[in-house]
């Protein structure tokens, strides 16, 4: 069976997603690296507005980034309902500055009847450094996705 969604993602490659049904994910202005059923690669510039008060990424926006990324990859996963987020585990270690690009990448760690595992990955791409990585769980809801 065709998985159209992965399909309409894929056809990104190499572009910025501006396309996505979420405002926040439109403001991110991401870029589609890779995307596949197991896990999506986005790439995102750092804009003035995504720093904190000393000029570095915000820790909120960062969780953004990652969040906004792992629900591509459950969206690209197919799947009839709707899983939303319950909890997200951010670990910062470095940080990227107005101007560098960070490179964020998600992999499904297990796909369950009701429970969604996913880690995240933040490479500042600029200097080669670990930005963050993530742990969240998604859970079934009752909402079907339209098609």
């Known amino acids: 069976m065709e998985n159209k969604r992965l399909a309409y993602l894929q056809s990104f490659v190499g572009r ?11 403001w991110l202005n991401g870029k589609v690296i890779s995307v596949e059923e197991s896990g999506v690669e986005f790439q995102f510039e750092i804009r003035k507005e ?3 008060p000393i ?19 459950f969206m690209v996963l197919g799947l009839e309902k709707f899983y939303p987020t319950i909890n997200l585990y951010v670990d910062y270690f470095n940080p990227a500055v107005e101007g560098q690009t ?7 760690e297990k796909l369950g009847k009701t429970i969604i595992n996913i880690k995240a990955e933040v490479f500042n791409e600029t200097t080669s450094k670990i930005v963050a990585q993530a742990t969240a769980n998604l859970a079934v809801s009752e909402i079907k996705i339209p098609d």
Do not use: Y
């Not at 000029?55 to 990859?73: K, Q, S």
């Open 50 to 52: 995504m720093t904190n």
């Open 102 to 108: 960070v490179l964020v990448k998600t992999r499904i």
């Open 16 to 26: 910025h997603f501006s396309n996505s049904p979420s405002p926040f994910a439109n």
């Open 55 to 73: 000029g570095i990424l915000h820790g909120g926006v960062t969780a953004g980034m990652i969040d906004d990324c792992m629900g591509v990859n």
